[in-house]
């Protein structure tokens, strides 16, 4: 059995980059950047109107009131996407929309409103905006050869957004990882059948699957297996064949019925560690193929899968796109952290921000069969053994769980 942070850290010595694809634009959403991306020109690309009015010479309407306005030639009307076909002299103005380029001798925009309006060979000018007002100045928002976004980024709405305005129709991202997860029990049932005996629903698969998605993984492969050691072979066998990590659940202790571990070693995985002084979790496997396939054994107890998947799986995902792991922070403990006297402990819990700190709290329900402690949680907190509870005050570390926010209540 081995402290929790050597497992960490042999599971972080196994690990290696995915490799590498170009992606077209309408596809990104959700992967990770392989390298930076630059701005191949200023933006904006042009000086350009930032309101729709009159693009002039701010030393010509200074003066320019409601009682003594001033009156300006309209040269020529400038709308966005349209070149300017000559500058602006003195005297002289253009008509202009927002985003159109600013013709030359022009130094500033004043807005429709504060004119007597368009259509007219003239316009008068009743109140001047700041010298050089209502402008967008080429390079202002980024410089060309700027980067604009970094590798090792997750692609959302804004990255995309960025990428399109840089006239990238495509990008290269990391390999989605593949995973491929296996549940056991002779007990499981699916969700949507009948319970008979002592059968219960197998939550694992769908919790396991919904939080390798969000840290951008692709199920490849799943399958419940019953507590036979050919058939656990077999699957372990078929899904070694397509995916970068194989994630099981169930199985893995020292059970009359607990296959994996003697499966896994039958088919050439090496074994790194098995059993992690933690609590929940302590029968946990990790090991490695010859090809670099990860294997990650976990408990069959919900919780406990989940606490496993959270600390180790989830930066091990992050790892393998070069993706920084934002999850972790630390937090004062406000009620007291029931600590175990020989392992490491997890609980999930809340955290929250209160008076410029961040402070959190165990859920009610502490046991590792309680599925329902999740409710309402928005953390894993973690805490070294000790003979007595961790007294409120203590600074403790929290993992922020993917499918929740950081609140204020």
């Not at 606490?307 to 009620?335: D, K, N, T």
Request: glycine share 10%; hydrophobic share 40%; net charge negative.
């Amino acid at each position: 059995m081995i402290p929790v942070d050597e497992a960490s850290r042999r599971i972080a010595a196994s690990l290696h980059p995915l490799p590498v694809e170009q992606v077209r634009l309408a596809e990104l959403h959700g992967r990770v950047l392989a390298e930076d991306m630059t701005a191949g020109f200023p933006l904006p690309r042009f000086d350009n109107a930032a309101m729709d009015g009159f693009a002039v010479r701010w030393e010509d309407i200074r003066t320019a009131s409601e009682d003594s306005p001033v009156r300006l030639d309209v040269c020529q009307e400038i709308a966005a996407g349209v070149s300017p076909r000559a500058g602006v002299t003195a005297g002289s103005c253009a008509q202009i929309m927002t985003g159109a380029p600013m013709p030359d001798g022009a130094d500033t925009v004043v807005i429709y409103e504060h004119t007597s309006g368009f259509g007219t060979s003239s316009v008068d000018v009743y109140k001047p905006p700041k010298p050089c007002g209502n402008v967008r100045y080429a390079g202002e928002e980024v410089r060309e050869g700027e980067v604009v976004l970094r590798k090792g980024q997750r692609l959302t709405t804004a990255g995309i957004g960025v990428l399109a305005a840089f006239g990238y129709a495509s990008a290269p991202v990391f390999h989605r990882p593949r995973i491929a997860l296996l549940t056991v029990g002779d007990e499981l049932r699916e969700p949507g059948e009948p319970l008979e005996g002592a059968s219960i629903y197998n939550s694992n698969r769908y919790a396991l699957e919904a939080i390798a998605v969000s840290a951008g993984a692709e199920v490849v492969y799943h399958a419940e297996l019953p507590d036979d050691a050919r058939r656990i072979s077999y699957g372990m066998q078929r899904a070694l064949g397509q995916c970068d990590l194989l994630v099981t659940a169930g199985g893995i202790s020292t059970g009359e019925y607990d296959f994996i571990q003697q499966e896994l070693l039958e088919l050439g995985v090496r074994e790194r560690f098995w059993k992690v002084a933690q609590k929940p979790g302590k029968p946990f496997f990790f090991g490695d193929t010859g090809e670099g396939k990860l294997v990650f054994g976990l408990p069959g107890n919900p919780l406990s899968a989940l606490v496993c998947f959270l600390h180790y799986v989830m930066p091990a995902l992050s790892a393998m796109q070069e993706s920084p792991y934002h999850g972790r922070i630390m937090a004062v403990l406000a009620e007291p952290f029931p600590a175990d006297r020989k392992r490491y402990r997890f609980l999930f819990g809340r955290v929250w921000q209160e008076n410029g700190s961040l402070m959190c709290r165990v859920s009610p329900k502490t046991e590792s069969h309680m599925i329902t402690s999740l409710v309402g949680a928005n953390c894993l907190i973690e805490a070294p053994a000790a003979d007595a509870p961790h007294p409120a005050g203590t600074v403790v570390g929290c993992n922020l769980l993917p499918w929740s926010t950081l609140n204020d209540s």
